[in-house]
């Protein structure tokens, strides 16, 4: 058994100035030994790439990576829709409050009371960080900064860059990041694939990295490591994250000890167009926003399911989010609304051959605002629906279907940003930090930007001037030992590989299936124990037939396939954490846990905590850590959007 | 460096001198058309007197043309290294099939040629100028009166030249390769000095073509007219 | 539908390449072109040859990573879409479909149809930036854009560095990447301050990294799948001019 005790060192006291105290207490390194210290940042999206930038600036020294081969393709650069600030702008009641408790209680009580009020409090900074960045945010005619409001929130706080919102941030950094390396700070990695951490005398001092292009591996040292790595979406299969999403980072540092925090908490947005066959490989969002204007809807009778939308009667639609949700309507949380068109669905009264869509109708905004106004707004989303689905949304409603698209857990961190494992610190998505059991839209960029902007550079601090590091170089036996681990593993798959029968892509699809079927919308105790059980056995057969080809270069299938082989474990893990919480809360919903209306049933009694998992070996079923939510500022209160 | 000679190095200041000097040439071009228009008249002596007169401008010609050679020069040596980088910036291996996605693209005959046309019209003023500037003249018998002067018959000299089909023909080709360098060129002018909007861009191009087609039209009528002479006047 | 392919396929950046033709059987209209392409890596794996290497991910153009020369137009026949939003019931069944990597000296084929297009990132760093540190500023309502502005800005914000600018000139020029860039940065007050260095340092930069001159033909405009404007060129060209005679230039 291990020893591990979980400290989340949030600091004592009133949660409105703890932020602001623990700024003033930390120790902090002299601007003159900053030049010391290597920091390793792994992934350069938003929090990647602002942690680096933002360090570099402090005068460390950083090495960043990533497996693109530009730090600009990370995977924030497709978020459309919004980031989320306090700023309260509008006279409608914002302020940093209502963004903690709307944080809070989106993430249906699962998520830390100080780590989101921090997240709230430095949401206007990173406004203020990204116009002076030359950020386009939306405008007024008056010059001033626009906003929208998003759902699962009553109030106007997301500022916005057209459909482009996270490039515009992303570019935003990755200039800044840009800058650094101009400037000698930050030296730059790209197609390079973390697949080892390595720790010397229990710390972090360094990363294994293969090079893409030349399938070399490589040894970095430094004095601390910073994943922002992003979240293991793409453990479906289909999801709307990119292509080369994946955990393997991540993965690898929870083998190195590293607790993973509610890997269960997966979001499944409600407004993606719809699967439309086996063919497909990745899922397209459109944008939450669209929610503002679009009315959601399924026909009353099964029976006219397959009917010409345009054909059925007013009174014959089933507004459903509007009569079961009166009070936010369509703007419900993506959670709610996810699992309310799965409802619908089961039900039958699933639109389009699949049966699998529900209607987002814009006919009644286009009557009462015109179609220019509509096409100004959400154009850009309107054209690229019709081209994907050759259906013209300007005169037949989308069809949408909910898809996965953000994972609320990842690697334990404590307040400091800093994992069980010292020195090993975990930014933005990769972290479980934040959104609790699920994310309220416009909320990723968010932390994601704080985490890298206005946290981690003074947290970081603390970690370096608190510690002592002994003069490390690659030579060091830990190295030679994670680099000849992580060679066999790749010789192994490619041994195997060169004679297996079973594509990876093959592989992957069905642990995809396996996972949305019985760890997506609605989880139940037997097919999750029939899931792990299933999990055991196609990870067993990956590593007797798995298909690969044999370059030692450039091999994007050999790439994929460690990241499946990690994808497997990780399938398991989550699995089996879905079935230990004997709850419904947020993205996780255990359909014995419903109230009589089919509202998830949280147990506050019972499961207010994080359960972070320790690792145990391929297979073997990982030790519970917990660590207790408490709630002193907030009142736990069953969510209610009626 | 000086901050005139990087700035000369650049690309962009490369495409500054291009337009600068692609506008000297199109408003000289213009002007030599408005004199040779005298060329359709009957009457030889008016465009011989045109011609005497601008003889007969001494030194400020010579500073004319040496501003003209310079303009001329720079044209076509600094377009030619444009090209080579062209050439360059490819790299070894080229596209196999390579085909424009049409409009907004402007890429027509026009883009693509250049600097065929390019230096075409550079080859065709080695003749041209050696024909007319340094050919035959009052020692070879060109002779006229002006005014009781002895004078060169540039007249004569040009219909004479313009009777052979060989050279009319020739002319004529060169100015339609004239018109069509004249039809990017005129346009891209104004976008390499940066001088462009949405409002402006089209009413420029507009401007462009209809200036080519004149130009080409006024020079190539000019063969045209004597050999075909319709008139019945240069017989 | 049924389609043969002819495909660049080099094995490494040092080794000569060459066109390969397959056959891709069964084909469905719904699929995006890359989903094609997986399709036929699917078989290809099977029979156990290597499979066509290409780069992609976000698959909903804006990340700008993947791009192929598909019948000789970058990210093939539509206009202001990416490769990977390029469905197949744009092809016909028995098509010849010809696919080429991005071809520039600044851009080395890496692999099959994978280029480097890292000159790219070091356009970005000689100068394609604010200066602002991390930490804090000026209100962002303190200083007011006027819409117009802030749109002409998103417009040429919008660049998803994919390179199809430089694949389709006939000149292979970074004319369009990096004007866009200088006119994002040139529409907003917090730009104003850099302009002139940024301009010579980006244009220098750019020249540096072999891309051709821009003859404005405007064949990047009809290729960007964001639709950027040329104007962007003319206003880096002004924005050039306008930096020779300032001093902020000069202490480079």
């Given at each position: ?11 004592s ?54 497996i ?81 409001s998003f ?16 490039q ?17 700070r ?10 080892d951490?390595v ?12 090079n ?19 979240g ?8 709307t ?34 699967v439309?066959?086996?063919?497909q490989?990745?899922?397209?969002l ?17 029976e ?33 609304a ?8 089961d039900?039958?009264?699933?639109v ?67 994992s069980n ?7 933005g ?16 960029l968010?932390q ?64 995809g ?36 080809p ?83 500022n907030?009142?736990?209160a ?5 | ?23 000297a ?78 409009a907004p ?22 003749v ?21 002067a ?48 949405p ?33 019945g006047v240069?017989? | ?8 396929r ?42 066509i ?16 020369v ?43 149809l ?45 660049c ?23 006119t ?14 940024r ?9 540096l990294?072999?891309f051709g ?9 009809a ?10 060129i ?18 480079d």
């Amino acid at each position: 058994m291990s020893t591990i005790q979980l400290d989340s060192k949030i600091p004592s006291g009133p949660l409105e100035t703890m932020w602001e105290r623990h700024k003033g207490d930390i120790k902090i390194v002299n601007p003159a030994n900053k030049r010391k210290y290597t920091i390793i940042v792994v992934g350069t999206g938003l929090a990647g790439s602002s942690a680096a930038a933002s360090m570099a600036e402090l005068g460390y020294n950083v090495k960043s990576f990533c497996i693109h081969e530009s730090a600009r393709r990370a995977h924030s650069i497709a978020a459309q829709g919004g980031i989320n600030a306090a700023k309260a702008y509008a006279v409608d009641g914002d302020s940093v409050h209502r963004l903690f408790y709307d944080t809070i209680k989106g993430g249906d009580f699962r998520a830390r009371e100080a780590n989101v009020h921090r997240l709230a409090e430095v949401s206007t900074s990173i406004i203020d960080q990204c116009v002076a960045q030359g950020v386009p945010f939306a405008r007024e005619y008056s010059g001033e900064l626009a906003n929208r409001s998003f759902g699962g929130t009553q109030v106007s706080r997301t500022f916005y860059a057209r459909g482009q919102t996270g490039q515009q941030l992303l570019l935003g950094a990755y200039q800044a990041l840009m800058r650094q390396v101009d400037q000698g700070r930050v030296k730059f990695h790209p197609r390079q694939e973390m697949l080892d951490l390595v720790l010397v005398n229990g710390k972090a001092r360094g990363i294994i990295t293969r090079n893409l292009e030349t399938g070399a591996l490589e040894r970095h040292e430094a004095d601390a490591v910073c994943l922002a790595t992003g979240g293991y979406g793409r453990i479906f299969f289909l999801s709307t994250n990119a292509m080369n999403s994946n955990v393997t980072a991540a993965f690898r540092a929870h083998r190195r000890g590293a607790l993973f925090a509610n890997p269960c908490f997966t979001q499944i947005h409600p407004t993606c167009i719809p699967v439309s066959g086996t063919h497909q490989s990745k899922l397209t969002l459109m944008s939450e926003s669209l929610r503002n204007d679009g009315r959601v809807w399924v026909p009353k009778r099964a029976e006219d399911r397959l009917k010409d939308p345009n054909q059925i009667a007013e009174a014959d639609r089933d507004y459903y989010l509007e009569r079961r949700y009166p009070s936010f309507g369509n703007l419900v949380p993506r959670d709610v609304a996810s699992r309310a068109a799965k409802a619908v669905c089961d039900e039958g009264r699933g639109v389009g051959q699949s049966g699998l869509s529900v209607y987002l109708d814009f006919r009644d905004a286009i009557q009462r605002d015109g179609k220019h106004v509509i096409a100004e707004k959400y154009g850009n989303l309107f054209d690229m629906y019709h081209e994907i689905t050759n259906e013209n949304p300007y005169e037949t409603p989308m069809r949408i279907y909910p898809a996965v698209h953000y994972t609320m857990g990842g690697l334990w961190v404590d307040y400091n940003l800093m994992s069980n494992v010292p020195g090993l610190h975990v930014l933005g998505e990769a972290n479980f930090s934040d959104h609790g059991a699920n994310r309220l839209g416009a909320s990723a960029l968010m932390q994601g930007l704080a985490d890298g902007y206005f946290v981690i550079p003074y947290t970081i601090g603390n970690y370096l001037a608190g510690n002592t590091f002994e003069k490390v170089t690659t030579d060091h036996a830990a190295f030679a030992e994670a680099e000849a681990g992580v060679k066999a593993q790749i010789d192994k798959l490619l041994a195997v590989g060169a004679k297996g029968k079973r594509t990876v892509t093959d592989f992957y699809r069905e642990l995809g299936k396996l996972m949305w079927d019985n760890v997506g919308m609605a989880r139940n105790e037997k097919g999750l124990k029939a899931t792990i059980e299933a999990i055991d056995k196609l990870h067993q057969e990956f590593w007797e037939n798995v298909k690969i080809p044999q370059g030692r270069g450039l091999n994007k299938e050999l790439e994929m396939a460690g990241r499946v082989a990690d994808f497997l474990e990780l399938g398991r893990l989550m699995a089996y954490d879905a079935l230990d919480r004997k709850e419904s809360c947020g993205g996780h919903f255990r359909e014995e846990m419903q109230t009589e209306e089919g509202e998830a049933k949280r147990d506050d009694e019972k499961f207010a905590y994080v359960a972070a998992w320790e690792y145990q070996g391929a297979g073997k079923n990982p030790v519970l850590h917990k660590e207790a939510l408490t709630f002193e500022n907030i009142h736990l209160a069953q969510r209610s959007y009626k | 460096m000086s901050p005139l000679r990087q700035a000369m190095r650049s690309t962009v200041g490369k495409k500054v001198l291009m337009a600068i000097t692609g506008l000297a040439l199109t408003l000289f071009v213009i002007v030599h058309l408005a004199g040779n228009l005298q060329l359709f008249l009957k009457d030889g002596s008016k465009f011989n007197a045109y011609a005497h007169s601008l003889e007969s401008l001494g030194g400020l010609l010579y500073v004319a043309e040496a501003g003209l050679l310079f303009f001329i020069l720079a044209h076509a040596v600094n377009g030619i290294l444009i090209k080579g980088s062209h050439w360059a910036a490819r790299g070894d291996v080229r596209y196999s099939r390579y085909q424009t996605k049409g409009a907004p693209s402007r890429q027509n005959l026009s883009t693509q040629s250049m600097i065929v046309s390019g230096l075409t019209i550079l080859g065709f003023l080695v003749v041209h100028i050696s024909h007319f500037k340094f050919g035959p003249g009052v020692a070879e018998g060109y002779v006229t009166q002006i005014q009781g002067a002895e004078v060169r018959d540039l007249h004569r000299l040009v219909v004479e030249t313009f009777r052979q089909p060989g050279w009319a023909l020739g002319y004529m080709g060169v100015m339609v390769l004239l018109g069509l360098h004249l039809r990017h060129g005129f346009w891209s002018a104004f976008q390499s000095l940066g001088a462009m909007s949405p409002r402006l861009s089209p009413v420029i191009s507009v401007i462009g073509v209809v200036l080519a087609v004149l130009l080409a039209l006024g020079f190539l009528g000019i063969p045209a007219w004597i050999l075909v002479d319709p008139m019945g006047v240069y017989r | 539908m049924n389609l043969t392919l002819v495909v660049w396929r080099q094995s490494g950046p040092n080794e000569t390449g060459a066109f390969k033709t397959y056959q891709a059987k069964d084909v469905l209209p719904e699929m995006s072109f890359l989903e094609m392409l997986d399709f036929v890596n699917e078989d290809l794996i099977k029979a156990g040859d290597e499979p066509i290497q290409f780069d992609s991910d976000c698959r909903e153009g804006i990340c700008g990573s993947c791009g192929i020369v598909i019948n000789g137009q970058a990210h093939g026949p539509l206009q202001g879409v990416a490769t990977c939003q390029l469905y197949m019931r744009h092809f016909h069944d028995g098509d010849v479909i010809s696919m080429e990597p991005w071809r520039a000296k600044a851009f080395p084929v890496v692999h099959d149809l994978v280029v480097n297009r890292s000159a790219f990132d070091r356009i970005i760093q000689s100068g394609g930036y604010t200066s602002a540190k991390t930490g804090k500023h000026a209100e962002a309502n303190a200083i007011l854009v006027p819409k117009e502005d802030q749109e002409a800005a998103m417009d040429n914000a919008a660049c998803i560095g994919c390179g199809a600018c430089v694949a389709a000139c006939p000149n292979a020029s970074a004319s369009l990447f990096t004007a866009a860039k200088i006119t994002h940065l040139a529409m907003l007050p917090q730009g104003q301050v850099e302009r002139a260095r940024r301009v010579k340092r980006m244009v220098e930069r750019m020249d540096l990294e072999g891309f051709g001159n821009c003859s404005n033909i405007g064949e990047c405009r009809a290729a960007c799948p964001k639709e950027i404007s040329i104007e962007a060129i003319a206003k880096m060209r002004s924005e050039y001019l306008r930096a020779l005679g300032s001093t902020e230039a000069k202490e480079d």
